[in-house]
């Protein structure tokens, strides 16, 4: 299909789904979504023209992964989105199977994606071409086909192209596979945007002091925050090691020195972003401001992506709240960015409470979209724990100086968990949507996001210990303008 009719396809079931979008409590009241059918990569995050642009992989035609377009939101502040039409959709043969993910930069006023062209040849083999397409006023694109082939010793898993400009130099890192079936990040420069030459390996398994680590890296990102550079990757095939690496596929991060004259990085251990149920593929950008900032898929292909219950109204997955990295020591830390505040509609509860040896919950607190700070102050407890609409338990043990999730399974409705070390728990920052959670530990330290699904009459929040703890309370009901 050309593109007009791709176009017209995918608006004619944004119409038709959005009777059952209306009716349904689960979704989201402040984060990003698709009008229908499945979300999952955020792409080309950008600050353009005065407005953010985030694209996202979009399949409008069904709750599953197929041939992805590129959905697109614009923003002035981050809080109030407006739909733009696809700005990618896989109409040439060099993307016939979808538009995979990719990046944005600005040049010379204009504005260039990247993005993975995916094909299924006539023998069911994938062929992979790293694409270009640009734009003058950041809504309509023009393609200008592949720009980068697959090199030799790869195989076609190989995608995700992240573009930023250094020095006067254009570099791309991309997500790879060997021939061996080890993860690797690559590095490919540029000067003119069009013309690429092959670097080699940046980043992988069995390589900078890397053990074995997984089969495949996706979704890629090196910037610099401070006198350091970052590399976000998203490995898969790497089994659970106790608290580590709990979900199925991970996302996280080296720190480390890059040279670009030798593409030389040393870089220290991986260490996840986030230690919950749903965050994948994440991405950042440098807003105008001077803010690094990040989204990543509040979502996850594992076993239980078929049993979400927003399949029914025909769309599944969001994207996380929009959070600015900062780097402290060896550690980067998650901030929900400023603007969040303006969500805010009624201070409900600011107040000093105790607990000993009970549960307690306020009326004022109750609610299914707010947001929460919690700063713990004495205590002689072995546990604290707080309950939230009958569906998921936050609990920290102060004998085990450990943070728990658990939630209620999409599938069963049995009770699973994630959980991380951490030495103390000293504040909590929780975002709560209709059917999803984002707390924040710490100031950032660690966070951890979850997807969930409760009875939309069921807003009890229940605060619970075991001992004595002193906790100060600050609740805000959210709502856009």
Not at 83 to 90: G, H, R, S, T
Not at 211 to 225: A, R, S, T
Not at 405 to 414: C, H, N, P, T
């Amino acid at each position: 299909m050309n593109q007009q009719e791709l176009h017209q396809l995918a608006s004619k079931k944004v119409e038709e789904n959005k009777p059952l979008i209306e009716k349904d409590s689960n979704r989201l009241q402040f984060h990003l979504m698709p009008p229908v059918g499945l979300l999952n990569d955020p792409n080309g995050l950008i600050h353009f023209n005065g407005l953010y642009h985030v694209f996202y992989q979009w399949n409008p035609f069904e709750t599953s992964h197929g041939a992805k377009f590129w959905g697109h939101y614009t923003s002035k502040d981050l809080i109030s989105w407006q739909e733009q039409p696809p700005a990618l959709v896989p109409s040439e043969w060099y993307e016939k199977n979808g538009c995979y993910s990719g990046s944005a930069v600005e040049h010379n006023g204009k504005m260039y994606l990247f993005y993975t062209g995916n094909v299924k040849n006539k023998n069911n083999e994938r062929e992979t071409y790293q694409c270009l397409a640009v734009s003058h006023d950041g809504i309509t694109f023009e393609k200008k086909g592949p720009v980068i082939f697959l090199p030799e010793d790869y195989t076609p898993h190989f995608r995700d192209p992240k573009v930023w400009q250094q020095d006067g130099i254009w570099y791309m890192v991309l997500g790879a596979q060997t021939e061996k079936e080890e993860g690797q990040v690559v590095l490919y420069a540029s000067m003119d945007l069009e013309n690429w030459e092959f670097k080699g390996p940046l980043a992988g398994g069995n390589l900078n002091g890397l053990g074995d680590f997984g089969y495949m890296w996706e979704c890629p990102d090196l910037f610099k925050l401070g006198t350091q550079d970052i590399l976000l990757a998203s490995p898969q095939g790497l089994e659970p090691e106790g608290h580590l690496y709990q979900n199925l596929f991970q996302s996280g991060y080296f720190i480390g020195k890059w040279k670009p004259e030798t593409n030389r990085y040393v870089h220290g251990d991986f260490i996840e972003l986030d230690r919950g149920f749903d965050f994948y593929a994440p991405q950042t950008f440098e807003d105008n401001h001077g803010r690094r900032l990040l989204y990543a898929w509040m979502g996850l292909t594992d076993e239980n992506e078929a049993f979400q219950p927003t399949i029914a109204n025909g769309w599944i997955h969001a994207l996380t709240l929009p959070r600015e990295l900062v780097l402290k020591g060896d550690k980067l830390y998650q901030k929900p960015v400023a603007e969040l505040t303006q969500l805010r509609k009624t201070h409900d509860f600011h107040q000093q409470v105790s607990l000993d040896n009970e549960a307690k919950s306020w009326t004022a607190i109750n609610g299914t979209v707010s947001e929460i700070y919690i700063e713990v102050g004495q205590h002689e407890v072995t546990c604290f724990e707080i309950n939230i609409r009958e569906n998921v338990k936050l609990s920290f043990n102060y004998v085990k100086s450990m943070i728990t999730l658990e939630r209620k399974s999409f599938k069963d409705g049995s009770p699973e968990s994630r959980s991380c070390q951490l030495p103390i728990l000293k504040e909590l920052h929780i975002f709560l949507d209709t059917s999803s959670i984002e707390i924040f530990l710490n100031g950032g330290q660690e966070v951890m996001t979850a997807r969930f699904f409760a009875e939309p009459t069921e807003q009890t929040i229940t605060f619970a210990s075991r001992g004595k703890v002193d906790l100060w309370i600050e609740k805000w009901s959210l709502q856009l303008s």
